[in-house]
C-alpha cells in the first residue's frame, strides 16, 4: 500500500487550509468590503484576522517541528523527478511564507501604533516601536505575501488534483 499520511499530518494540514481561507476572507472583507464608518465591525475583523495569524504561525511552527520529526514517505513509484523537485519546492516556499506572514503582519501592527490583543483576551507584546514609514512598507510587503500565498496554494492544488485527476498515481490520495 503506497505511503498516507498520518492522521495527525492531514489534521494539521486541513487545519491550516481551513485558517488560511479564513485569512483570506476576513482580509478582503476587513480591507475591501467594510465602510469606514463600521469601527466595531471593522475592529472585530481586524482582530480576528491578526488573531487568527498568531494561531496560523503556531500550527505552522507544529506542522514544521512535526514534519522534522517524522518526515514523510516516498511518493509513489513511477512519479517523475521533476515533480519531486516541483512540488518540494512548492512546500517549502509555502511554510516559509506562511510563517513569515504572520510575523510581517504583527511588525506592521506595532509600526502603526497598535498592539495585538489576541482574540480580544492576551496582549501580544510589542516587538518594535511606532513608524509610520515602515509599517507602509510592511503594509505592501505583507499585501504581495498574500498575494504569494495565493499562487502557491494554486499551484499547490492544481498540482495535487493534477496527481489525483489525470495521473490518478497516488499523490492525493495522501492527503486524503
Known sequence: MPYRYSQV???LHWLTVLLVFAMFVL??????LVPDSAEALSHRLYNTHES????VLLVMLLRL???WRYPPGPLPEGVPRI??????????LLYIVLLVQPVIGLLRDNADGFQ????????????IGKDVAL????SAVHWYGALLIALLIGAHIGGALFHGVIRRDGVLQRML
Open 9 to 11: 499530518a492531514r489534521l
Open 116 to 127: 495585538l490583543d489576541w482574540f480580544e483576551i492576551v496582549p501580544v507584546p510589542l516587538l
Open 65 to 67: 517541528i512535526r514534519r
Open 52 to 55: 487568527l495569524g498568531v494561531v
Open 135 to 138: 509599517a507602509h512598507v510592511l
Open 27 to 32: 482580509g478582503i472583507a476587513m480591507v475591501y
Open 83 to 92: 515533480f519531486h523537485i516541483v512540488g518540494h519546492a512548492n512546500h517549502v
